[in-house]
Each structure stands twice: as C-alpha cells, then as structure tokens.
C-alpha cells in the first residue's frame, strides 16, 4: 500500500470529490422529498382514521408537536432516507428492512406479491376467502341478524339504531356503554389512564360477547372501531353493516349538542379535524353492505329509509 502510484492513491479521493452528473442531484432530492411527502401522508391519514388530534399524538409519542407538523408536511425525519438508501443497496424493501411483519418470511412476501397491484374488488374476495379458510369469519353469506350501524360520532347511530331496534324487535346494544361496562369507567377515563390500546382491547371484547349473545340486534359502534382490522373483520363477518353518513357541519352540530367535543377539544382547526377524520375513514367505512346519508332528510323520513333497507335486506315485511 505505502508503494502505491499517486494516480492510485489519488482515485479513491478524486471519485470521492467529483460532482454528480447535471440534473442527477436534483432528481435524487426530488426522489427524496417524495418519500418524505408519503410518509407525512401516512401519518396525516392514520392520525384522521383514529380521531386523534396533533396535539395529543405529539404529547403521546414524546415530540414536539412542530416536529410532528413538520413531519406531516413531509420536512422531517430525513434519517428514514438513510433507511431507503440500505434498502436499496440490499435489494430488499423498506418495509423488511424496518421488520413489517408482512416481509418476514419467504411465504408473506409470496402472499404479498400475489396481491400487490390487485384492485379493491379482488382484494376483498381474498380477505373473505381468507376468513372462511381460517374460521375467522368470511363473507356475510346468510344475512345476519346482526344489524351494526358504523359511522362517525354525530352520524345518528344511537338515535335511529334505538329506533330501528324498537321497530324490528331486536335489542339495542350502544357498543360504547359496554365498553365502559367491561372496564369500570368511561370511555374518556380509559384512555386517559390505560391508552388507546387498552381501550382497543375492551372493544373488541366488547363485540365479541355481542355477536355471542344475541343472534339478532342492533348494535351501535364507536365511530374509530374501523380502526382496528381484527375488530372491523369481527363485524363484517358476523352483521349486517350500515354505514351512516352526515354532512361535517351536521356532524359537529350534532356532537356539540351531545356537550362531547371528542377529539376535537381545545383544537382551533375543529371542521378541518373533523373533514380529516370523516377523509381517513371514508374507505373503512365504505366497506359496510348498506350506506344511508342522515343529513339528506328530516330524522323521520331518514329512519324510514333506513328501516327499509334494513327490512329489505333481511327479507322482513316492509
């Protein structure tokens, strides 16, 4: 080595020291501010589908909630790119690098090629084919007497599912109030003290033993269990699911009156929230067999529609 030409020692530090190729630094950044962008995306949107604020994840994660901004707004983090680069020069995916659970073993990256690119239609008869194969519950193929209204908070769940209970003769369950059964103390106590996983536990719990109980009911949910894949699949699986809907202004009106301000409380940017959440989980919501808009008539005329689809779609006289 102490013998090397100068032209050898020199081209390890003159390759070290050139400039990139015209226009290759910029489609690097570019690359980079798009992974950046898509992350910050995801974070927007499972933010929304949870109902969390900002704030509160900011608070919960240990962060600033700036940093959080920043990271939203895709100009944070730049040490994931350091992450994209590894995986890079591994030839291998970000998500195996990290440890997706869905990258590690041979048989979930098969799985996982089998279904990249496939559209929403396909992929649900997966998931369904998936659930009757393992027992875990496929497609509702007998209609089950189970009506679940999904929805988020101000939609109407409670006030026409007691309705539609009295009027097909089922009970009414309000899946929040056996939650708070389960646990001993409200809802907003359980997460203040226990968090969002704990209280995501009572939930689940909380439809298993009403899908155990009563073979027909009608059952009003919390408007983030969509949140949870094995509680929404548990749903899906064993009711007929109607998803109501409302205008956001009608949504916040109805909620304000209700006196719960849930997650939207000591926020300046209330609406813009509540759009964000309604945004984030419109898709999970849209998997329901029925949908009904809560916002497009008066409450009567609304739960007649409601009581005939329901009606029609359990094959009850109308």
């Not at 995986?87 to 996982?112: F, K, M, N, Q, Y």
Request: glycine share 8%.
């Amino acid at each position: 080595m102490r013998n090397a030409t100068a032209s050898q020692r020199g081209g390890p530090k003159s390759r070290a020291g050139r400039h990139p190729a015209p226009g290759a630094a910029t489609r690097q950044q570019e690359v980079r501010d798009l992974l950046l962008v898509a992350l910050g995306e995801r974070v927007r949107g499972l933010r929304a589908r949870r109902g969390l604020t900002r704030r509160s994840v900011a608070q919960t994660a240990g962060i600033s909630e700036r940093y959080l901004a920043n990271l939203e707004y895709g100009i944070g983090n730049a040490s994931l790119l350091v992450l994209q680069q590894l995986a890079a020069a591994l030839h291998c995916s970000l998500a195996e690098l990290i440890g997706d659970v869905t990258a590690s073993s041979p048989e979930w990256l098969l799985i996982r090629e089998l279904l990249e690119g496939r559209d929403e239609t396909t992929l649900r008869r997966v998931r369904e084919a998936l659930g009757e194969m393992l027992g875990t519950g496929g497609a509702n193929v007998q209609r089950s007497s189970r009506v679940a209204l999904i929805g988020l908070r101000g939609a109407g769940k409670s006030t026409l599912g007691q309705m539609l209970g009295d009027d097909l003769g089922f009970p009414f369950v309000e899946l929040s109030k056996e939650i708070e059964k389960f646990a001993g103390c409200s809802i907003a106590e359980i997460q203040a003290l226990y968090g969002m996983n704990a209280y995501r536990r009572y939930e689940r719990r909380a439809l298993e033993e009403a899908v155990q109980i009563y073979p027909e009911a009608v059952i009003a949910t919390p408007g983030g269990l969509v949140s949870d894949p094995a509680t929404f699949n548990l749903l899906l699986a064993h009711c007929t699911t109607v998803w109501l809907y409302a205008d956001p202004e009608d949504h916040m009106k109805r909620v304000a009156a209700q006196g719960d301000m849930r997650p939207m409380a000591d926020s300046k940017e209330a609406m813009q929230d509540l759009k964000r959440i309604l945004a984030g989980r419109a898709a999970f919501y849209s998997k329901a067999e029925f949908k009904l808009d809560t916002s497009a008539q008066p409450l009567q005329q609304t739960f007649l529609s409601l009581r005939e689809v329901v009606r029609h779609a359990l094959r009850m006289p109308t």
